[in-house]
């Protein structure tokens, strides 16, 4: 009994100020993606654990629970990604990654910022180290930019899809700030957007993705229910009017 209470207790303890701190840091500067996974941590709960169980009920769930296949090897092949066809997923990653100065390393390395997690089970390593390694998959999967609202947006999405308090309070806060900031755009509803679209698109992670990389863009996302973000394109191309010379609701 006291070690069933115990698990239960750090699974869903929080640390709201370590949270709270985190989250500062963050909206003063989006680049340090440290500080979300230190948010993640200071607001952990159950989510993985559900999320595993949620995989269990189908068929690509299972048997991607058994294989734990590691996407960062075919994400961190940059040959043969850029050898892949114009249009294509992992063509369409290479070209954002080598665009915005990213790797999939790089995100491994902001994650070991935060304390390390010695209670939590192989599964649900893997399936947290799976949501991590996939983020920037699913920038070019939604086609929201690395923009603060972009970022904002791609959360929200992320959060509908695989539930996390951590992610919640992230994108709580950040849309506040960015509404209060930009009052005559429609911040909120970009954001809310993402939610949506989280909601009517297939759960990324049943999807092998390692072997869909070389598949078109364009038919995947018609395949699995990504429509394409108006709203958010919409409240950026507004922004980007009016001020030219500053980044995207820069923070």
């Known amino acids: 009994m006291f070690k069933a209470m115990k698990r239960w207790y750090t699974k869903n303890r929080?640390?709201?100020?370590?949270?709270?701190?985190?989250?500062?840091?963050?909206?003063?500067?989006?680049?340090?993606?440290g500080q979300v996974f230190k948010v993640l941590e200071?607001?952990?709960?159950?989510?993985?654990?559900?999320?595993?169980?949620?995989?269990?009920?189908?068929?690509?769930?299972?048997?991607?629970?058994?294989?734990q296949p590691n996407i960062v090897t075919a994400l961190n092949?940059?040959?043969t990604l850029?050898?892949?066809?114009?249009?294509s997923i992992g063509r369409a990653y290479y070209d954002f990654v080598h665009r915005e100065g990213l790797s999939a390393d790089g995100?491994?390395?902001?994650?070991?910022?935060?304390?390390?997690?010695?209670?939590m089970g192989q599964t649900e390593k893997w399936l947290g180290n799976r949501l991590r390694?996939?983020?920037?998959?699913?920038?070019?999967?939604?086609?929201?930019?690395?923009?603060?609202l972009g970022e904002l947006c791609l959360l929200s999405f992320m959060t509908t899809q695989t539930p996390s308090r951590g992610i919640d309070f992230i994108v709580f806060m950040g849309r506040k700030k960015a509404q209060k900031e930009n009052p005559s755009l429609d911040v909120t509803g970009a954001v809310h957007e993402g939610r949506e679209i989280g909601q009517q698109a297939d759960w990324m992670l049943l999807t092998r993705w390692e072997d869909r990389l070389h598949e078109p863009l364009k038919q995947v996302r018609e395949?699995?229910?990504?429509?394409?973000?108006?709203?958010?394109?919409?409240?950026?191309?507004?922004?980007?009017?009016?001020?030219p010379t500053q980044d995207p609701l820069a923070a």
């Open 14 to 33: 929080i640390q709201p100020l370590k949270a709270g701190l985190a989250v500062s840091r963050l909206l003063r500067d989006p680049d340090d993606t």
């Open 42 to 67: 200071a607001l952990r709960g159950d989510s993985l654990s559900r999320a595993a169980e949620r995989m269990t009920t189908t068929t690509p769930g299972l048997a991607l629970l058994q294989d």
């Open 77 to 79: 092949d940059r040959e």
């Open 82 to 87: 850029a050898g892949l066809p114009e249009g």
């Open 107 to 119: 995100l491994i390395a902001s994650s070991d910022e935060a304390p390390s997690i010695d209670d």
């Open 133 to 148: 390694d996939i983020h920037d998959l699913q920038h070019v999967l939604t086609g929201y930019g690395r923009d603060p």
């Open 223 to 243: 395949e699995l229910g990504f429509r394409a973000p108006t709203k958010y394109r919409q409240v950026l191309r507004a922004y980007v009017e009016a001020q």
